[in-house]
T-cell receptor
Framework: GAVVSQHPSWVICKSGTSVKIECRSL??????MFWYRQFPKQSLMLMAT?????????EQGVEKDKFLINHASLTLSTLTVTSAHPEDSSFYICSATDMTNTGELFFGEGSRLTVL | ELKVEQNPLFLSMQEGKNYTIYCNYS?????LYWYRQDPGKSLESLFVLLSNGAVKQEGRLMASLDTKARLSTLHITAAVHDLSATYFC??????????FGAGTRLTVKP
C-alpha cells in the first residue's frame, strides 16, 4: 500500500524555539494532506487541510501564524510550530490522499513533540 | 454541526467473546473509515466503507455501514489479546473534511 513518511519521529525542544515536521508521500502524489494533533488518551483533532500549491485551510481555534503549513509539492507538506511552548507538546500526525475512488487515507508514523 | 459519536469509549472483554463497537454520525458522508491505534503509534487502516450496505471482514473484525441510519459497526468475533488497542471511526465530508470519533479503548483479557 501507499506509504506516508513523517519526520522526525520525536523531537524535544526548548520553549520559544520553532520546530518543523515533514510529511512525505513516498509512492503517490498527495493532492491533499491533513495535519492532526492528538493529546494523550484523546482522539485526533484536525488542525488544517492543505492542498498542493494553495494556502492551508485551518480549523477553528487553530492559530495559522503559530502552525505554519506549507504544501509546496505533491509529495511534501511541512508543519512548523513557531515559538513553541509546553502546551504545544503533543503527538502530531499527518495523512495524505490522492483522492482516488478508493478514498484511502494514508497516515504518517506521527511526530511526538515535547517542549521543555 | 458535524458530529461523530462512538461507543463504548472503553471496553474490557475476555478472550473468545464477541462484541460490537458503534459509530454514529450526524451528516451525510462520503466515506467511513475504521482505524486501529496502538499506544505511542500512528493509525493503522482497517476498513474503508464507501456505500450503503457495505460489509468488509478481515480476520476477527467485520465492519458494516448503514448510510440511512448514519451508523457503522465494527464487530469483534472471538476476541484475542492481540486485538487490544484503541479503535477509531472517522467520517469524510465533502471529500476534504475528516472527523474522528472519540475512540474505543479495547482491552482483551485472557
Amino acid at each position: 500500500g501507499a506509504v506516508v513518511s513523517q519526520h522526525p519521529s520525536w523531537v524535544i525542544c526548548k520553549s520559544g524555539t520553532s520546530v518543523k515536521i515533514e510529511c512525505r508521500s513516498l509512492d503517490f502524489q498527495a493532492t491533499t494532506m491533513f495535519w492532526y494533533r492528538q493529546f494523550p488518551k484523546q482522539s485526533l483533532m484536525l488542525m488544517a487541510t492543505s492542498n498542493e500549491g494553495s494556502k492551508a485551510t485551518y480549523e477553528q481555534g487553530v492559530e495559522k501564524d503559530k502552525f505554519l503549513i506549507n504544501h509546496a509539492s505533491l509529495t511534501l507538506s511541512t508543519l512548523t510550530v513557531t515559538s513553541a511552548h509546553p502546551e504545544d507538546s503533543s503527538f502530531y500526525i499527518c495523512s495524505a490522499t490522492d483522492m482516488t475512488n478508493t478514498g484511502e487515507l494514508f497516515f504518517g508514523e506521527g511526530s511526538r513533540l515535547t517542549v521543555l | 454541526e458535524l458530529k461523530v459519536e462512538q461507543n463504548p469509549l472503553f471496553l474490557s472483554m475476555q478472550e473468545g467473546k464477541n462484541y460490537t463497537i458503534y459509530c454514529n454520525y450526524s451528516t451525510t458522508s462520503d466515506r467511513l473509515y475504521w482505524y486501529r491505534q496502538d499506544p505511542g503509534k500512528s493509525l493503522e487502516s482497517l476498513f474503508v466503507l464507501l456505500s450503503n450496505g457495505a460489509v468488509k471482514q478481515e480476520g476477527r473484525l467485520m465492519a458494516s455501514l448503514d448510510t440511512k441510519a448514519r451508523l457503522s459497526t465494527l464487530h469483534i468475533t472471538a476476541a484475542v489479546h492481540d486485538l487490544s488497542a484503541t479503535y477509531f471511526c472517522a467520517v469524510l465530508y465533502n471529500n476534504n473534511d475528516m472527523r474522528f470519533g472519540a475512540g474505543t479503548r479495547l482491552t482483551v483479557k485472557p
